[in-house]
């Protein structure tokens, strides 16, 4: 709003894709055996147990610093942070403190430098559910202690549709390195946003956070409100009141959860149960030889091969779009950017449609390739093409049905000049328009002729034709 900015952070927790938990060899996974069945004694803080690091975790919490530039840290620790909650068993979280796994990270985002402050491991927490009129809340601790990344940023994001892309790209990363399914909607990914607004140049102003905003739609419709909300208030003069705040969906704003602990309140000391950490130079180079390309990578290779920006960073930064378009084009030789308007445009529209990824399809790297290479040569016409893809979305061969069909492109002018000819003799009015300096009528006979050929004329041999015909000049 005019004459205030806002000056937002992002605090992001990824669930690892690990078979055990952070600390206990109960299944990371909590989905799918029913609640409190993947839960094993350290996880609930009895007495006599014993915690062990998760190595896998480690790797992928070292695997997703080094991705975002972040200084690894030559050895780390974990720490109690002590509060309570009825689904925290133990009464508190074993996290990291001031020695995190990575440091002083950025991210590029549209240009744009987002600082990463630091990323550490964690232990996630139960899950309470609150049955709708029921006068009682239940527990489910198959999440509790399941590994988790929290990354803090910088506070360097200054718009929600900022906030969105940035956390778009993150899951990208995530998705790409393989070490989490990063999915919203799943809890999977989780974001609280930290936000103050003030006027340009001035300190930064009383920040609130807002807590375990689940989708990126979420994040930015909860910026927005609380961007309004502060600024109204600094407008007339009244103080911003530093506190936890919940996102009500439903009616589109925040509202007060409690008000802000400080750092003493989680009264952090080291975990005795667990030893350092000491990351090696070796430890190092084998996690940087296992990484796989980076989003930011496949971009600028994407560029370098003549692929628009705006489809490359579309088909970069989604980790199976990418994983299926790099597979389509060791297949194909044509124009790399021919293949990329088919994902971004057809194929993305028929799967909007459905509400489906491309792996939820029948369609293979492989037949893309043919597809898009059949056009392109121009065996078929682009009407041909786009009429065969639903089939080839389930899963059909299209060099199979343009043979079986005789869809192959027709190029002989003269089988083309006796439907054109049928045409025009059957569209005088339409012709007379054309005469009558109506040019773009021309393109009515042009739908007939393609119609009778089943879509298999050249549209731009047709066009020649009917204006011969016509007796004007091709438009």
């Known amino acids: 709003m005019p004459g205030f900015e806002a000056v937002v952070g992002l605090e992001v927790h990824l669930h690892l894709k690990t078979h055990s938990k952070m600390f206990s060899p109960a299944p990371a996974e909590y989905f799918g055996d029913g609640p409190n069945t993947h839960v094993h004694a ?58 995190p ?61 900022q906030a969105r892309l940035f956390l778009s790209h993150i ?11 990063a999915n919203p909607e799943e809890g999977k990914m989780r974001a609280d946003v930290n936000v103050s607004v003030r006027r340009p140049g001035e300190a930064l102003g009383t920040k609130v956070e807002i807590k375990n905003l689940n989708s990126f739609k979420s994040v930015a419709r909860a910026l927005e409100f609380e961007i309004r909300r502060q600024t109204e208030l600094l407008r007339q003069g009244r103080r911003v009141e530093q506190a936890t705040l919940g996102w009500d969906e439903a009616a589109g704003k925040t509202y007060v959860m409690r008000v802000k602990e400080g750092e003493s309140d989680y009264r952090y000391f080291p975990e005795p149960d667990l030893p350092p950490l ?26 370098a091969s003549g692929i628009r920006p705006y489809d490359a960073e579309i088909l970069a930064y989604n980790a199976s779009l990418s994983r299926f378009f790099d597979q389509a084009l060791e297949r194909y030789e044509g124009n790399p950017q021919s293949l990329a308007n088919w994902l971004n445009a057809d194929i993305a529209g028929y799967l909007n449609e459905r509400g489906l990824e491309i792996h939820d399809t029948r369609l293979t790297p492989q037949n893309l390739a043919k597809l898009a290479g059949l056009q392109e040569r121009g065996d078929i016409t682009s009407r041909v093409a786009k009429d065969l893809l639903a089939e080839v979305m389930e899963g059909a061969d299209p060099e199979k049905l343009v043979d079986e069909r005789g869809l192959r492109a027709v190029v002989d002018a003269e089988a083309i000049r006796a439907l054109v000819e049928k045409v025009v003799a059957a569209n005088p009015q339409v012709v007379e328009q054309i005469k009558g300096g109506k040019a773009q009528a021309i393109n009515a006979l042009l739908g007939q002729v393609m119609r009778q050929s089943k879509g298999t004329a050249q549209p731009e041999l047709v066009r020649q034709l009917l204006a011969e015909a016509i007796g004007v000049t091709p438009v």
Request: charged letters at 25%.
């Open 101 to 161: 796994l990575g440091r002083n990270g950025y991210l590029e985002v549209a240009g744009e430098r987002i600082g990463i402050k630091r990323v550490h491991l964690e232990e996630d927490a139960g899950k309470s559910l609150h049955p709708e009129g029921a006068t009682y809340s239940l527990i489910d601790l198959n999440r509790a202690g399941a590994p988790l990344i929290e990354m803090v940023t910088e506070p360097d994001i200054r718009s929600p549709e």
């Open 42 to 99: 350290i996880d609930l803080g009895l007495p006599g147990v014993l915690p062990s690091v998760n190595a896998r975790a480690v790797d992928y919490g070292i695997m997703f610093a080094l991705a975002l530039g972040c200084e690894i840290a030559p050895w780390t620790q974990f720490h109690r942070k002590s509060y309570f909650y009825p689904d925290m068993p133990k009464n508190y979280q074993i996290s990291q403190y001031d020695r």
């Open 278 to 303: 000491r990351i090696d130079q070796a430890w190092l180079e084998r996690i940087k030889a296992a990484m796989p390309e980076l989003p930011a990578q496949k971009y600028a290779r994407y560029l």
């Open 171 to 181: 899951r990208s990363i995530a998705q790409a390195l393989g070490i989490s399914d």
